[in-house]
């Protein structure tokens, strides 16, 4: 691998051990993935995967090669690939179960997924800023079965309107130079030039600005990239520190190195993943806690009708939950309707707080000449719900992936399983007609 002359100049003052660090791009990069524990535990996910895995650093390295995309796994959300010292940020971040957080630059969900998983009962908003990324981030999430989850489509600028100073805490995975991905990405390598390195600094600054104003007193910021330069990375937090009231969170992990000194401010506490001394890529974290007070409100700019008060369509949907869900007066009573599509709000005043929603929570489904047809979204989350559920085998668990009709002698719509994992489900009379998104089927 040919790496930029000028990026090599840079980094042989800044890398312990260079020489190693530049043998180090001549090995494969890392495949890896976590365990998604919204659908399956880790005990119940290992005593079931025959997949050749070791456990590696926070996460789990796969040791063979093949289309993890395709695996029943991967369709039904009990993992989610991802690269292993992008996995690390969010470790470091305090959450509380209960905590409002929000991720500004989310696509395509890892970091988000975990954090989604730390917070139970409390909120997360999702952003990501291009319209076809955050289609995707939506797709990730929906997989994840998560509930809890806001996605949006605003720039920083736009969410400044929206909030201010609600969230615990704020997440600022931020576009950057990519220098840390160079091994697994030849167009990062193509890419690199000291202009764009400053580009990358002048649009953190602004998204950091906006993370400022976002993030309630006490709360956390944790700012992260997949890049090495001192620029994007010690230079933005001490930059930004310098105009903010924050403490910067020490930080430590073994194998990673501690973050290279700015002036007066603690950017030492930070820290540095490098591919020749981590099981990954590379990685720069910092946390900071806000000392500062700020503004707090939730604008109000729109308004969704709550389901109840159209009466044809909330009876559609009503029967529809009385006759398939075991417990439903949780999901009627958050329902709220746009369109003809109904959607259960993770949080109704994120709803109708003007951001440009991709997904306000689940999307449940779609009233159609006067009945409730369901999503994919709904039984992605609510699946464990329905009252009939079918356990289908490898064999035929694949077939129902590449869209296959079934046998079934259950009628009416059923949820289907693999290793008691929701996979989907399908609408049975004389044998079960697949509902899986054809957009996500094996082909």
């Known amino acids: 691998m040919e790496l930029p002359k000028e990026f090599l100049i840079r980094m042989e003052k800044l890398v312990p051990n260079f020489d190693k660090f530049v043998y180090s791009y001549n090995n494969l990069p890392v495949k890896s993935f976590f365990i998604n524990k919204n659908k399956i535990s880790e005990e119940d996910f290992l005593a079931h995967c025959s997949w050749n895995i ?44 209960d905590d409002w957080v929000i991720d500004l630059c989310a696509s395509p969900g890892g970091k988000s997924i975990q954090v989604a998983n730390r917070i139970k009962s409390g909120l997360l908003v999702s952003n990501e800023i291009v ?63 000291q202009a764009n390195v400053d580009a990358c600094a002048i649009r953190q600054y602004g998204i950091l600005e906006t993370a400022n104003k976002l993030l309630k ?17 010690e230079q933005q937090v001490a930059n930004f520190c310098s105009r903010h009231n924050y403490e910067i969170v020490p930080l430590d992990y073994p194998n990673a190195q501690f973050g290279v000194k700015i002036g007066e401010y603690n950017t030492n506490y930070c820290l540095r993943f490098y591919p020749h001394q981590f099981n990954g890529e590379g990685q720069f974290v910092a946390l900071l806690r806000k000392v500062e007070d700020c503004n707090q409100f939730i604008s109000n700019e729109h308004y969704f009708k709550p389901i109840n008060k159209m009466p044809t369509e909330y009876k559609a949907f009503k029967d529809f939950c009385e006759a398939n869900l ?30 440009r929603l991709i997904n306000c929570g689940v999307v449940l489904g ?29 064999q035929d668990a694949n077939k129902f992936i590449k869209g296959e009709t079934l046998d079934c002698e259950l009628s009416g719509y059923v949820v289907v399983k693999y290793n008691g994992v929701v996979l989907g489900f399908g609408k049975s009379s004389t044998g079960l007609k697949n509902h899986y998104p054809k957009g996500l089927r094996n082909v």
């Open 366 to 394: 779609d009233v159609v000449k006067g009945r409730f047809e369901p999503h994919h979204n709904f039984v992605t989350c609510f699946g464990n719900r329905f009252r009939q559920t079918i356990e289908l085998s490898e």
């Open 54 to 97: 070791e456990q590696s650093e926070r996460g789990w390295q796969l040791l063979e090669d093949f289309k993890v995309g395709k695996t029943l796994e991967h369709h039904s959300g009990m993992i989610y690939m991802q690269e292993l010292s992008a996995m690390m940020p969010t470790t470091f971040l305090p959450l509380k179960e």
């Open 131 to 193: 319209k076809s990324r955050a289609n995707i981030l939506k797709s990730n999430i929906e997989r994840m079965g998560l509930y809890n989850v806001c996605v949006t489509n605003n720039n920083p600028k736009e969410l400044e309107d929206c909030f201010g100073g609600i969230f615990d805490a704020v997440v600022v995975d931020a576009p950057c130079s990519g220098e840390g991905m160079f091994r697994k990405d030849d167009e990062a390598i193509l890419n690199w030039s």
């Open 217 to 233: 007193q006490g709360g956390y910021l944790l700012y992260s990239t997949c890049t090495f330069s001192v620029e994007e990375n």
């Open 326 to 355: 075991t417990q439903y007066q949780d999901i009627t009573s958050n329902a709220i309707f746009s369109g003809n599509t109904i959607y259960y709000a993770t949080n109704k005043q994120i709803a109708e707080s003007g951001v």
